[in-house]
Nanobody, 122 residues
Framework: QGQVVESGGGLVQAGGSLRLSCAAS????????MGWFRQTPGKEREFVAA????????YVADSVKGRFTISRDNAKNTVYLQMNSLKPEDTAVYYCAAGRFVSTNWDVYDYWGQGTQVTVSS
């Protein structure tokens, strides 16, 4: 039993930065990989980044490579997504998810947050 909750979204101008947080509760997700996905209306969820809780390995999508960084703080049971040099194309609802292994496929994750809106203006 557990849940994850995202926070930190908002409205920023192009070139700005945001840091999203994904706080887990109800259990420790130390053995879970964590992923960030995003979605806009009418489109499938898109992989953004993922991190292994045990190994510390990280993966990022080509579309955000060099701009976004995923990190973790297992003591706080929290995962972060630092987003720099934001572009209007980054506008989406961002979701965090927990799964047993690192994957770019959204349908293998077991726990999902409610999402947080990120809007980037020109």
């Amino acid at each position: 039993q557990g849940q994850v909750v995202e926070s930190g979204g908002g409205l920023v101008q192009a070139g700005g930065s945001l840091r999203l947080s994904c706080a887990a509760s109800g259990r420790t997700f130390s053995n879970y990989a964590m992923g960030w996905f995003r979605q806009t209306p009418g489109k499938e969820r898109e992989f953004v980044a993922a991190i292994s809780w045990s190994g510390g390995n990280t993966y990022v999508a080509d579309s955000v490579k060099g701009r976004f960084t995923i990190s973790r703080d297992n003591a706080k049971n929290t995962v972060y997504l630092q987003m720099n040099s934001l572009k209007p194309e980054d506008t989406a609802v961002y979701y965090c998810a927990a799964g047993r292994f690192v994957s770019t496929n959204w349908d293998v994750y077991d726990y999902w947050g409610q999402g947080t809106q990120v809007t980037v203006s020109s």
